[in-house]
């Protein structure tokens, strides 16, 4: 049994959103991710593409967004292997690298490798679909 | 607009940084008898204002509405201003920032700010994953993303661009645990090398734990008075001469592309230089955020004192402690002291206060006239006070 299903649920020690549309607007976000999509926002109105996703724009603060698909592989800005002091669930070795998707979009992601030196900057990374508890998904990284 | 000139008057920490073996409200006790202890000519009923900085009790003491608790527990009754503070790891600059502004405007005469952070819990495990909430949650503490990560990120950067050495890293994290020797409340005061700052163990590449601060609980307090009234307080008051505030975005990999560059840190300090009438050379002192090595190392070169890219250098060469340029850290910084988050800016005021009144003991730098605190909450979001004795009004 699982650390996860021995205990009962707490949402304030669970690490990972909450993914269903009756809690988040961003719901869509996961439904593609299950696709093997990666996607964010785009303003109809002023054309801004955020990322995190957004309900509202930034920019102009209209609510006329649509999904729009990021590229799935993002080049390696930086990168490290983090040994000790990881958060309960996330055990050590974690591979981590700043993502580069487009001029505007980067983020942190996980890179499953077993070669822990393998990730470095300027090599690329492909999107894999992460599972975790309660059936929802996290995005994660596979060098390419 | 005319404002009103602005002086600490007493200032105190909890004595020993570490796992605090008590309560929240233990804590904060020790730090506000620290401070009354220090000021005879001040009590309780004196205090018009009050402010608490505190981060995360909800989260490792199971507590909000922390200010009335921290407020009954030293036996004030606010009667002018009264609030909480969370900026995460900045949030004791922040509340002094608005005691300043409070009594500068003249809402109020005489604020005590008490920083108080108890982040140890019964459990380490919860105590760790507690950190996720400081950081952008959903998109990056989700895929397990925290702050040893984050600086680690920027290390490589600035390492890829300037060059910079792990062991120019390391000579910061000895440089901050050698001061710490004079300290204390530290946590962490030790002589080391920078072969066994690299030596010790392993936390995210390029840092060892020598690299990181750490969790940490303690405590400390300041009381910020309008110049009319500080000679009620002390013979030697000390005045907040200039301040500065910049921030930009949450969301991590998103606040700007090159982590090596921290141009928020420019516009705070450079807005704390203008207000103060001083520059880069004039710091005799600096108590800045050292959370891990590399902060210190872009910082120097943000505030002006190294040439940008040679933050690395400008420690390793000895610039940064006694006998250098300017003096950083001498307390030992958030590397020597420990990190209690809501806690560090305000103890970051009380070295200062400490080091221009002549009163830091073994850690003294000679003649200090003018010195700076810096704070952070993430690469992009800093928050600067210059500090200076009467004579520099």
């Not at chain 1, 603060?61 to 996330?90: C, K, M, N, S, Y």
């Not at chain 2, 000519?41 to 608490?52: H, K, P, Q, V, W």
């Not at chain 2, 909480?84 to 809402?107: H, K, P, W």
Request: aromatic share 8%.
């Amino acid at each position: 049994m699982s650390q996860d299903e021995a205990r009962p649920y707490s949402f304030t020690l669970d690490p990972f959103p909450q993914q269903a549309p009756e809690w988040n607007r961003a719901s869509a976000f996961y439904d593609h991710l299950r696709e093997g999509r990666l996607t964010t926002t785009r303003c109809r109105t002023c054309d801004l593409v955020s990322w995190p996703p957004r309900s509202v724009c930034p920019e102009c603060h209209g609510d006329d967004l649509e999904w729009i698909d990021l590229p799935t592989e993002g080049r390696i800005l930086a990168a490290t292997v983090q040994v000790a002091g990881t958060p309960p669930g996330f055990p050590a070795a974690l591979v981590f690298a700043l993502l580069e998707f487009t001029p505007d979009v980067r983020f942190i992601g996980r890179i499953l490798t077993e070669d822990l030196e393998a990730a470095v900057a300027d090599r690329m990374a492909s999107l894999v679909v992460q599972e975790v508890s309660r059936d929802r998904v996290v995005p994660a990284f596979r060098l390419v | 607009m005319e404002t009103r000139k602005v002086a600490v008057v007493a200032a105190g920490t909890s004595q020993k940084w570490g796992i605090f073996p008590g309560t929240y409200r233990d804590l904060v006790a020790e730090a506000g008898k620290a401070v009354f202890d220090s000021c005879p000519a001040l009590s309780g009923g004196d205090i018009e204002g009050f402010i608490a900085s505190s981060v995360m009790p909800e989260r490792n003491v199971f507590q909000s509405h922390v200010a009335p608790l921290a407020a009954e527990t030293l036996g004030v009754r606010p009667t002018k201003l009264f609030q909480r503070v969370e900026n995460m790891c900045g949030s004791g600059t922040v509340a002094i920032r608005n005691a300043y502004t409070a009594i500068a405007c003249g809402l109020a005469d005489v604020i005590m700010v008490v920083g108080a952070e108890k982040m140890h819990t019964p459990e380490w495990g919860e105590t760790v994953l507690n950190m996720l909430v400081g950081v952008d949650r959903e998109w990056e503490g989700a895929v397990g993303v925290t702050a040893p990560v984050q600086f680690a990120l920027t290390a490589q950067m600035h390492m890829r661009r300037f060059g910079t050495t792990v062991e120019q890293l390391a000579a910061v994290s000895a440089k901050n645990h050698r001061h710490a020797l004079g300290n204390p409340y530290a946590q962490f005061p030790k002589a080391c090398t920078i072969d066994e700052v690299r030596a010790s163990k392993p936390v995210a590449a390029p840092f060892t734990i020598f690299d990181c601060s750490s969790i940490t609980d303690g405590a400390a307090a300041v009381v910020l008075v309008c110049e009319e009234r500080a000679r009620e307080f002390t013979d030697q008051p000390i005045y907040l001469l200039g301040t500065g505030q910049a921030a930009s975005g949450f969301n991590y990999a998103n606040v700007h592309a090159d982590w090596s560059e921290w141009p928020t840190l420019r516009t705070a300090v450079g807005s704390a230089y203008r207000m103060a009438g001083v520059g880069p050379g004039d710091i005799d002192v600096a108590e800045v955020h050292d959370c891990f090595s590399i902060s210190e190392v872009i910082v120097t070169e943000e505030m002006g004192w190294a040439e940008k890219g040679g933050g690395g250098a400008f420690a390793a060469e000895g610039r940064s402690t006694y006998g250098g340029d300017v003096v950083v850290n001498p307390r030992g910084g958030l590397l020597g002291c420990g990190h209690p988050l809501g806690a560090t800016g305000v103890a970051q005021a009380t070295e200062v206060f400490r080091q221009l009144r002549g009163e830091a003991g073994p850690r003294q730098v000679d003649g200090a006239a003018i010195g700076l605190t810096h704070n952070l909450s993430g690469v992009a979001e800093h928050h600067v006070v210059i500090y200076g004795r009467e004579e520099a009004l």
